[in-house]
Nanobody, 123 residues
Framework: QVQLVESGGGLVQPGGSLRLSCVGS????????IGWFRQAPGKEREKVSC????????WYGSSVKGRFTVSKDNAKNTLYLQMNDLKVEDTNVYYC????????????????WGKGTQVTVSS
C-alpha cells in the first residue's frame, strides 16, 4: 500500500534550522513527482517545493527560495527539506505529496499525501 511518512518537525527559534524527511513505501519515488506543501489552520494550502521524478526539475515557492533546499535520495526512497533561517511565518504543518510521473505538483491534484509534521518557529 502506498504510504508517505513525514518526520523532523519540531520547535525552533527564529533563524534556526530543521530538516524534514519524507519516506515513501509501496512505491518508488523515482517514478513520481514529489513535493512539499504546508497549511496552517484556516489557511489555504501553499506549495513549498516540487521535484520531478528524474530530479532534474526543482521548484521553490518565492517565500522560501534561498532559505529552503529540497533533495531526494532514491536509494532510501526519501525526500528531504532542509529549512534554514526559519521565520515565525514558516510555522505550519508540512506535508509531502506525490503525483504520478509526467505530472507536476499542484495544490489539489496530488495522488498521495502524508499525514504531516508540525513545524513551530517561536522565541
Amino acid at each position: 500500500q502506498v504510504q508517505l511518512v513525514e518526520s523532523g518537525g519540531g520547535l525552533v527559534q527564529p533563524g534556526g534550522s530543521l530538516r524534514l524527511s519524507c519516506v515513501g513505501s509501496g512505491f518508488n519515488l523515482e517514478d513520481y513527482t514529489i513535493g512539499w506543501f504546508r497549511q496552517a489552520p484556516g489557511k489555504e494550502r501553499e506549495k513549498v517545493s516540487c521535484v520531478s521524478n528524474s530530479g532534474g526539475g526543482i521548484w521553490y515557492g518565492s517565500s522560501v527560495k534561498g532559505r529552503f533546499t529540497v533533495s531526494k535520495d532514491n536509494a532510501k526512497n526519501t525526500l528531504y527539506l532542509q529549512m534554514n533561517d526559519l521565520k515565525v511565518e514558516d510555522t505550519n504543518v508540512y506535508y509531502c505529496a506525490a503525483v504520478r510521473s509526467a505530472s507536476w505538483c499542484t495544490n489539489y491534484g496530488m495522488d498521495y499525501w502524508g499525514k504531516g509534521t508540525q513545524v513551530t518557529v517561536s522565541s
